[in-house]
């Protein structure tokens, strides 16, 4: 069969597709589900996010992997090739939260990893049938995963990547060390989805990959795992691998990399020059209200300087209109981050995602105020605060995202910068400059894809 796998952009407020020519990195489910998928198949994929997708595409079986507001594109474009006349698979974390709701819209759904069930999808599909929903058993092993051709990255430029320095700066070529997170943050759809189970690849195999990455003239790494120091012993045996390497990374982590001194040492010796950690609030109560009060946050301060001082730039992500959180919390929020020096800030508004115990929670006590998927961006009011009103909860948002990125505090942030990074510095303060200057010219600009 010949197979054309899609990951859909999502619609702006004026229900056009958000586009861009140019991006930081680049997922790897595409090229690895081509990886995976039996050799008699015929694949070709696509990012809607820099390409149009081709309705009219030579193809048998559209897969369709979304999350979060890019689901109602997913199912826009399911249904339109239904019309005419192709069969359609869903995955992904938001439609195995959401498989039976998924299935309304597509002929077969992948439940979980895809490692276990994707042959039995086509080769049923192939056969003309399909039992709906395919859930896979339990998790992978994640040794000896499957390889691809990094340069097919579909948001990979490789002319660009050739020509220009810059280009070569700015682009973090994606890797995999683990899959999932053992922490109980109830309005995360990760360790929904995982089950709070965590796993990570055998050290050789990364370093294969990186190698790989190094061979092409690749030397900035985006590790795209959730949380990969949630296993502190096998990140420490990864990072003393990787010095030799001398590669430059960025990843996600909780704040409790700065508390484990030899695993910070490791980190930054590693290559680490950038981590983006969920802080989530500053309020004690609003961490406990969603179970994250293990982040400790009278320990922030002390932390954050500790990152700094290994050189790490700190990126923060931060939830406003927690229960727990009032209007007050907003000026009290804002100082914290410009006093941390915090390079870059992303924002969310709370965000009930299906399947989670926070969707349960906000669903039971009536307090979801938009059921519309495509507005699901985490930039949306989309419950009911108990401290403040939504519109108050939008208010504040904006006034901390308009503050952080207020010349005079960007001056504030970096200044000085974190030791022996000076490039890294100057270009957080270029992406800052570029911020500000979206934000005064979008009305919606904090509208993400999470």
Not at 214 to 241: C, M, S, T, V, Y
Not at 306 to 316: C, D, E, F, P, T
Not at 367 to 396: C, F, H, K, Q, V
Request: glycine share 6%.
């Amino acid at each position: 069969m010949r197979i054309y796998l899609i990951s859909p952009t999502h619609y702006a407020a004026d229900g056009s597709l958000h586009k861009t020519t140019r991006y930081w990195t680049s997922a790897t489910t595409l090229p690895y589900l081509k990886a995976i998928t039996p050799l008699e198949h015929e694949v070709s994929f696509v990012d809607e996010l820099f390409y149009d997708v081709d309705l009219g595409h030579p193809c048998d079986v559209v897969g369709i992997t979304a999350m979060g507001p890019q689901i109602a594109r997913a199912y826009d474009l399911a249904a339109e090739f239904r019309r005419r006349g192709r069969k359609v698979v869903l995955g992904g974390t938001w439609v195995t939260l959401t498989a039976e709701e998924s299935l309304r819209h597509c002929d077969a759904v992948v439940a979980g990893e895809a490692e276990t069930v994707w042959a039995d999808v086509l080769h049923d599909l192939a056969a003309g049938r399909s039992r709906g929903i395919y859930r896979a058993a339990g998790w992978s092993s994640l040794a000896g995963m499957a390889t691809f051709d990094y340069t097919s990255l579909p948001l990979f430029k490789q002319d660009a990547f050739r020509s220009s320095a810059l280009y070569r700066m700015y682009f973090h070529w994606p890797v995999i060390f683990s899959r999932g997170c053992p922490h109980p943050c109830e309005y995360c759809a990760v360790q929904t989805y995982y089950q709070r189970s965590y796993r990570t690849r055998p050290v050789d195999d990364v370093m294969a990959d990186l190698r790989a990455i190094q061979r092409h003239g690749g030397n900035r790494i985006l590790f795209l795992d959730d949380n990969p120091i949630a296993h502190p012993e096998k990140a420490k045996e990864l990072f003393r691998a990787m010095i030799p390497l001398k590669v430059k990374w960025a990843s996600q982590s909780t704040i409790n990399i700065a508390r484990d001194p030899e695993l910070l040492d490791l980190a930054a010796r590693s290559g680490c020059v950038s981590l983006s950690i969920g802080l989530e609030s500053i309020n004690e109560e609003s961490l406990a209200g969603v179970r994250k009060d293990f982040n400790q946050a009278p320990r922030f301060t002390e932390d954050i300087a500790k990152l700094r001082r290994r050189g790490i730039q700190v990126i923060a992500l931060i939830m406003v209109g927690l229960d727990g959180d009032t209007p007050d919390t907003f000026g009290r929020t804002l100082r914290f981050l410009i006093d941390s020096k915090i390079s870059f800030l992303k924002l969310f508004t709370p965000c009930p995602y299906p399947g989670t115990k926070y969707h349960e929670d906000m669903l039971k006590a009536g307090r979801i105020l938009d059921g519309n998927w495509a507005r699901y961006d985490y930039g949306s009011p989309l419950i009911r605060p108990t401290g403040m009103t939504a519109d108050e909860m939008i208010d504040g948002f904006r006034y901390v995202y308009e503050g952080f990125y207020s010349v005079r505090n960007i001056v504030r942030r970096f200044t000085p910068p974190p030791p022996g990074q000076l490039m890294e510095s100057l270009a957080y303060v270029v992406a800052n400059l570029k911020v500000n200057r979206y934000l005064r010219s979008h009305e919606r600009a904090w509208a993400t894809i999470s």
